[in-house]
Structures are given as structure tokens and as C-alpha cells.
């Protein structure tokens, strides 16, 4: 059966498939929150059962380990079958059905596990179309439900799991709290996953509704939490101030000299590693049409809002370079009134986002370093906890891999396709990266005001038919290799 057939067979089932995406967002498969437990295995059963229905041979694979009372989610981890003389690249699609919580509840329109769908707020590209609201309509449970229709779509037509290409799956429901038991998964069953050659993940977004993109780099990270310490008790202010030092102040001192004038971060080797930019790649992503004012205007500010590394646009700065941001700064007295206290300790979060070629552990030792050598007088840090690492991955434009997917989404979408980078991490692609040794190709469909994580999540139909079709021709691609 051709694509044509696969391609008719969504048309013809569109109502059916968004069906079946609904019930799986009545599931509230709250990953992090013990008292969801049973309802994260039932979502992983949802998916297990409709890969299933799709040819594949998958089950679940329990990360749990009750006897060191260690929770954990079961993995939905399985693969189809390639026809015999296949000659493409065995794919290993990686999703996660776990959510985030629905809290504040109160701020939804409607129940978050209720979904439901909600006309186009009028006509043009520039406010929401026809949309599914719930948590998880966008992520990760839309775009992973388009990628099982896709799937679907090729059995029902062509009676062959993945129209007869090998594709192995990993779809986790740890995702939202960090993927705890993922690297161990991965160890586990490195063997397995090793006979992959490229990863597709469908958990990015477009260029803006009607625009599809591939997005082929994403940001690493490294995000720490430290304590200064200071006296070994809270003082008066008036008995001790200007006579000993005050952590609050010298850790607001010392962060602020994170950065030169011009935005540097000034850790020395912070930028040693830093692949430079091209003169291509900035007119490539100048052509893409970006109204960075609009963005600013968006968050409330104007023109002079573009602050950052000097001699860089704020889209070279998201896609391109490295930043570090104060994620968080407290201690002393915050409650209501007047407390005339200097505190004993000062607590900071301090995050960096990295590009392809930085190495985390070697920033996070940097910065180590960088504190120790700029211990206030008088103070000492605590030790700094590492909440989590990860990799910067960018898959090279001419990879084969990702022309087939750039050419199959063009053909699904009938749109030039553009070439985009991401700011933010995806820290199994780095995980992936560096333990197996696999490129990733993000193949997204969301939209910047899908409002993942937030209230009245959604996710537009428009934006789900595109990822559907464009899975469905992918497998074309692939077949014909």
C-alpha cells in the first residue's frame, strides 16, 4: 500500500484519532505525584496497548526497585520489525506520556483532565485555532499520539507494523521530574538501543502556525543550588550591621560579578569551547522573518528590552551562545512586616544554559572554582548541589537523516520547511548523545502559545493533522532510502 493510502486512511479516521487522543488525556498520569501511580501505569498501558493494535512487539518495563522502596514508572520500550531488504536507518522514536500537574486548578477554564475542543478564536495566524485543551494536550501526549496514529495508519494500510520500517520505541512517564530512572534504563538495555542509528523526537515546536520546522540543535544545562554562610546565628541589624558581613549582600555582590558590561559571562573558559556562529547560519535565521520586537511585545516589554551578549541578535543568543541566569536568591526574614535581622546564610540557584560543544561537568567544576575564588571575606559556601546535567546536541544540516525528515514534512505540510534551533534542553537527546552515540531529530509541531506547564494547556488540530502526515510520509522516506 502506498503512502496515499496511509494518508487517506488519517483523513478518513481524523475523528476517530482525536477520539482516541482524548481518552488518553482523561488518564491524569501525574508521573511525580505518588498518589497518580496508578493512573501513570494505566496511560503506559493505553500506549503499550495501542502500539499493540499497530503491529509493534512492545511491553512495559518496570524502573521501580520495591525492594530499596525506589519508585519509578514503567517504560513502554518495544520495536517493529523492517522488511527484509530495508536499507534505511532503524529509528528510535522517544516520547513520554507522564504530565505535569494540573495545579492551580482553579485558573483552568475547564477540568484539566476533562478535555475539550474549542473553536478558533477567529480567522488569521496570529490567535489560536481549533484546539484540544487539557494537561498533556501538547506535551507530550499529543505529539506522541501523532507519531501512534501514524503508526496506525501504516498497519491498517499496509498490514505491516511501521509500514515494514524497523523502528524502536522508548516512551517514558518520568520526563516531567527529571527522568530519575532513565540513565540506568538506557545502561540496561544499551544493547537494544545501540542497533539504532538516529533518534526522533516529537516534543518541539514550529516556526509559528503554518510554519513547519525542524529543529536540529538544542541547549545543554547545568542548574546549581549553594548556600553562603556567615555568622553561625541571625543578628540584629542595629547591634551588627557594618561590623560583620551580611551574606544577602555579599551574595548579591558576588553573583553580579557573573558578568562583564557587556553581558560576558566572566568565569574564565566559560566560552573556550563555544563553536562560533557562521556568517550562514546568521543569514539563515535572519531570513526566517523572526519579529524579536514582537516577542519582547509579547512579554511586556519594548525595544529596550533586548538585553544580552553584546554582538549578537536575541535569536543568535537563544539558538547560538551560552547564558547563566540567578534562577532563585533568598534568605533573611520575608514574611509580612519589619524583621531587623542579618541573616546566617544566603541560598542562590544559578543555572547555565550550554551549547552543542560545552562540556556540564566542566562548566559545573568551573564554577566551582570560579565561587571558591570569590568567597567573600568572612563567609564560607556550602557545598554545591548539582540538580541536574545535560548535553547541547546539534545534528550537522547535511545529515541524510535529517534531509529525509525536512523533506517529508515539506511534502506533508505542501511548505518550505524551515531549519531552527531551540534554547532550551532536552536532556535525553544529550544522554543519548553521549552514552550511545545517536544524533536527534526534532520533528515538533507545537506552538510557542500552547501554554505546556501552564493553565489551559492546548494544542491545535491543525497543528496535530501536520505532525500526523508528516510521520506518516516520513515512513515513505525511510522506505525508500
Not at 491524569?28 to 499497530?54: I, M, N, Q
Not at 548556600?227 to 544577602?248: E, F, I, M, V
Amino acid at each position: 500500500m502506498s503512502v496515499d493510502g496511509a494518508l487517506s486512511w488519517l483523513e478518513i479516521n481524523d475523528k476517530a484519532s482525536i477520539d482516541r487522543w482524548m481518552d488518553w488525556l482523561r488518564i491524569p498520569s501525574v508521573g511525580t505525584d505518588p498518589a497518580h501511580d496508578a493512573d501513570t501505569r494505566k496511560a503506559a498501558e493505553w500506549c503499550r496497548d495501542h502500539l499493540r493494535e499497530s503491529g509493534f512487539d512492545v511491553d512495559l518495563v518496570e524502573t521501580a526497585i520495591p525492594e530499596k522502596k525506589h519508585r519509578g514508572q514503567p517504560v513502554v520500550f518495544g520495536h517493529s520489525e523492517g522488511d527484509p531488504g530495508y536499507k534505511g536507518p532503524r529509528i528510535l522514536f522517544y516520547g513520554h506520556y507522564d504530565v505535569q500537574p494540573a495545579d492551580p486548578v482553579e485558573l483552568w477554564d475547564s477540568p484539566p483532565f476533562e478535555p475539550v475542543i474549542k473553536p478558533a478564536d477567529g480567522p488569521g495566524d496570529d490567535v489560536p485555532g481549533e484546539r484540544v485543551v487539557a494537561r498533556g494536550a501538547q506535551d507530550d501526549k499529543g505529539q506522541v499520539t501523532m507519531f501512534l496514529e501514524a503508526m496506525r495508519a501504516w498497519k491498517e494500510t499496509s498490514g505491516k507494523a511501521a509500514g515494514g520500517v524497523p523502528i524502536t520505541v522508548l516512551i517514558e512517564g518520568e520526563e516531567e521530574s527529571g527522568s530519575v530512572n532513565l540513565e540506568r534504563f538506557v545502561e540496561q538495555h544499551k544493547d537494544e538501543l545501540a542497533k539504532c542509528d538516529v533518534v526522533l523526537i516529537s516534543d518541539t515546536t514550529m516556526l509559528g502556525r503554518g510554519k513547519p520546522a525542524i529543529t536540529y540543535g538544542v541547549r545543554g544545562l547545568v542548574y546549581t543550588e549553594f548556600t553562603l554562610h556567615g555568622p553561625d546565628q541571625d543578628l540584629h541589624s542595629g547591634a551588627w550591621g557594618g561590623k560583620c558581613p551580611n551574606p544577602l549582600n555579599e551574595l548579591a555582590k558576588t553573583l553580579a560579578k557573573l558578568w562583564d558590561d557587556d553581558y560576558r559571562v566572566t568565569i574564565p573558559g566559560f566560552y573556550d569551547d563555544v563553536a562560533p556562529l557562521t556568517d550562514d547560519e546568521r543569514a539563515q535565521w535572519k531570513n526566517l522573518g523572526i519579529d524579536e520586537n514582537a516577542l519582547l511585545k509579547g512579554i511586556g516589554l519594548g525595544p529596550e528590552g533586548d538585553v544580552g551578549e553584546k554582538g549578537f541578535t536575541m535569536t543568535e543568543r537563544e539558538w547560538a551562545r551560552p547564558t547563566c541566569d540567578i534562577n532563585g536568591m533568598w534568605g533573611g526574614y520575608i514574611g509580612e512586616g519589619a524583621k531587623t535581622v542579618i541573616p546566617s546564610h544566603a541560598n542562590a540557584k544559578v543555572s547555565f544554559r550550554l551549547v552543542a560543544d560545552q562540556d556540564p561537568s566542566k562548566i559545573l567544576a568551573s564554577f566551582k572554582k570560579w565561587l571558591a575564588d570569590n568567597t567573600p571575606k568572612g563567609c564560607r559556601w556550602s557545598e554545591v548541589k548539582d540538580h541536574g546535567t545535560g548535553l547541547g546536541v546539534t545534528l550537522p544540516i547535511d545529515s541524510d537523516y535529517l534531509q529525509a525528515a525536512r523533506r517529508a514534512l515539506k511534502r506533508a505540510a505542501d511548505k518550505d520547511v524551515a531549519m531552527i534551533k531551540s534554547g532550551g534542553s532536552i536532556p535525553v537527546a544529550g544522554m543519548l548523545k553521549n552514552g550511545l552515540g545517536l544524533d536527534t531529530i526534532f520533528m515538533g509541531f507545537g506552538l510557542e502559545d500552547d501554554r505546556i506547564h501552564s493553565p489551559n494547556e492546548k494544542y491545535e488540530l491543525s497543528s496535530f493533522r501536520m505532525g500526523a502526515r508528516s510521520h506518516v510520509v516520513f515512513i515513505d522516506e525511510l522506505l525508500n532510502f
